[in-house]
């Protein structure tokens, strides 16, 4: 039996990576993305079933036919939402869904390691948790009692925004 001899060092880059991502991404792209799809889908009527398996197709299809589109899994798990008869802190969980999902997706190709772009990328992370608690602090709070709590509520919602936005600056 023959088998090829190896020189040099072996590269492990074409085994670790699906669609031009690790693995690890890849996974939790699809992972997120059908979570994202499905969250929604107990408190949704039945009409939106059918929209959201047409998202869990573009999920699937973006992983393993490297079809680079996952706002129409994002816009099918929205059409489930504003249909739901969800609570705040549901849609709130499905906003943090969403936004790990597109971050995820939307991960550089021919990351060999995904350490510090992930780190990168925690202002991201950050912005949408303060997003997600000042939407759960406005709905535990009764809006027609101050209009100071509303306006403190959309100045969170707006600084977190803030954050997430790159800078536009360049190094002279």
Excluded: K
């Excluded at 690790?22 to 949704?44: E, F, K, Q, S």
């Excluded at 549901?90 to 390691?113: H, K, N, Q, S, T």
């Excluded at 303060?130 to 100071?148: K, Q, R």
Aim: net charge positive; glycine share 8%.
């Amino acid at each position: 039996m023959n088998r090829p001899v190896l020189r040099g060092r072996l590269s492990l880059r074409g085994r670790l990576s699906l669609r031009g991502r690790p693995r690890i991404l890849a996974a939790l792209a699809v992972v997120l993305g059908l979570l994202t799809v499905a969250w929604p889908l107990p408190w949704a009527p039945a009409w939106t079933y059918p929209v959201a398996g047409l998202g869990a197709v573009t999920v699937l299809a973006a992983a393993v036919l490297r079809w680079p589109h996952p706002a129409l899994a994002v816009a099918a798990a929205i059409i489930s939402c504003a249909a739901a008869t969800a609570g705040v802190a549901v849609l709130a969980a499905e906003g943090l869904f969403i936004l790990g999902y597109l971050l995820a997706a939307d991960a550089p190709r021919g990351l060999a390691v995904p350490g510090p772009w992930l780190r990168r990328q925690a202002p991201l992370l950050l912005a949408g948790l303060i997003a997600a608690g000042a939407v759960l602090a406005m709905d535990a709070v009764n809006l027609a009692a101050s209009a100071w709590i509303t306006l403190a509520g959309l100045a969170a919602a707006t600084a977190a925004y803030l954050i997430a936005l790159p800078s536009r600056r360049r190094p002279p």
